[in-house]
């Protein structure tokens, strides 16, 4: 901890609480003068695309997940929906139930809604110029038979910032014909329903991937770019890792909706899977584990002797720790500004190591909101995975 610079920190998230120490060097380089490699930058997830899943047309009255959705939208304030449906009955959608159902809450938060029936295109509005030129919001309501002009609701979806919303069947034909649109392999979607692990659905899925997200009626999964997350419009209303167990027996496990952040999908996709962190044992050639009472080994000091030594050693540097009685804590802005007094710096630099949360990216998304929004550069430390490990240099080289 020696140095004269007091401009970084590291996050040490310990099984307590969380400890923020000062660190020797401002620098954002290595001792070997080079950059660090941009894969330890904790980055923010790609802007698009932008994909919303719901559980069922219901979920599109819930305040929480209109909430969401809006919130997704960057172009415009209140942001414009286009309604997309393949109704066969008429082609004035807005006199049916489920126009109505379904942009009703847009409506009353001012949206603009057009709608646009497929079945009778060559009568409307010119649809490539909605989808691409002023739609921020896509609401498909595909009813039984093909889900039409899937490549260009894909190439738009791809192209330009626009949130598509849809059911389990549509997201699922959209992935199938373009992987490039975010990382699908090995799961698909499904509608959950109550009985989560009788779904019928899951089922046959599970029989052609490995995993099914479950999305119960009034919930929704949203994903952008290759993050993720679920949302819910009710208490108990979530979506489910869907899987079959050794025995072959369809299990789930929920996920949390009390996220503020999307994670990487691939994290999201093993979130049922139990971390042990068996390879820990092995780390004792990366830190020195015969640790002492400092009591036990430091005598007792007056206070005439601790003004002395601070009088002859004016440039020493001291630890400086934050410990937070939970990870919340440091969402608190007088917590948040202790810190910011404490490493000297506006926007100092912090190193995330989140051992014992084995490395989960929502708890890093908890721990460093506020500073992500300050726009302080963060890197993330992380050891709980074997296969990411670093060598003891490189860790060395991210904390100096």
């Not at 994290?267 to 002492?292: C, K, M, N, S």
């Not at 440091?330 to 989140?354: A, F, H, N, R, T």
């Not at 500073?371 to 430390?381: K, T």
Request: proline letters at 4%; aromatic letters at 6%.
């Amino acid at each position: 901890l020696n140095g004269t610079s007091t401009n970084d920190f590291i996050f040490l998230q310990l099984f307590w609480g969380l400890v923020a120490m000062t660190t020797s060097t401002s620098s954002t380089t290595t001792n070997d003068g080079i950059a660090p490699s941009a894969d330890t930058l904790a980055t923010p997830p790609n802007p698009f695309p932008k994909i919303v899943t719901l559980g069922s047309n219901q979920a599109l009255q819930q305040q929480q997940i209109i909430n969401s959705i809006i919130k997704l939208t960057t172009k415009s304030i209140p942001p414009n929906v286009l309604y997309l449906s393949n109704c066969p009955s008429t082609c004035n959608l807005s006199d049916t139930a489920d126009y109505k159902l379904i942009t009703s809450q847009f409506i009353d938060r001012n949206c603009r809604v057009k709608c646009h029936n497929i079945v009778f295109s060559s009568i409307q509005e010119d649809l490539e110029h909605l989808v691409r030129s002023w739609a921020d919001v896509i609401v498909c309501n595909w009813k039984d038979g093909e889900c039409d002009r899937i490549d260009m609701l894909r190439d738009a979806v791809l192209s330009k910032e626009i949130v598509l919303c849809g059911d389990a069947r549509l997201m699922n034909e959209i992935f199938a014909t373009a992987n490039d649109t975010a990382s699908t392999e090995g799961w698909s979607y499904t509608t959950a329903g109550t009985a989560i692990a009788n779904s019928s659905h899951a089922q046959t899925m599970l029989a052609g991937h490995t995993k099914v997200i479950g999305i119960d009626d009034l919930a929704a999964h949203v994903m952008i770019g290759n993050h993720a997350m679920a949302i819910s419009g009710q208490k108990d209303s979530s979506c489910h890792i869907m899987f079959l167990d050794e025995s072959k027996v369809v299990t789930s496990t929920p996920l949390p909706t009390n996220w503020e952040d999307p994670i990487p999908v691939e994290e999201l996709i093993e979130f049922h899977e139990p971390a042990t962190g068996e390879h820990l044992e092995a780390l004792e050639e990366y830190v020195d584990t015969d640790f002492v009472i400092a009591d036990d080994v430091i005598p007792e000091s007056t206070a005439e002797q601790v003004i002395t030594n601070n009088d002859q050693n004016q440039d020493e540097v001291f630890p400086k720790i934050v410990a937070a009685g939970r990870m919340k804590a440091l969402q608190m802005q007088p917590i948040v500004d202790k810190v910011i007094e404490l490493s000297g710096s506006e926007l100092p630099k912090l190193l995330y190591v989140g051992t014992a949360s084995f490395d989960r990216t929502d708890k890093f998304n908890i721990c460093t909101k506020r500073f992500r929004d300050m726009g302080c550069e963060i890197r993330r430390l992380d050891v709980s995975e074997e296969e990411t490990v670093p060598s003891l240099e490189d860790m060395r080289c991210e904390i100096r």
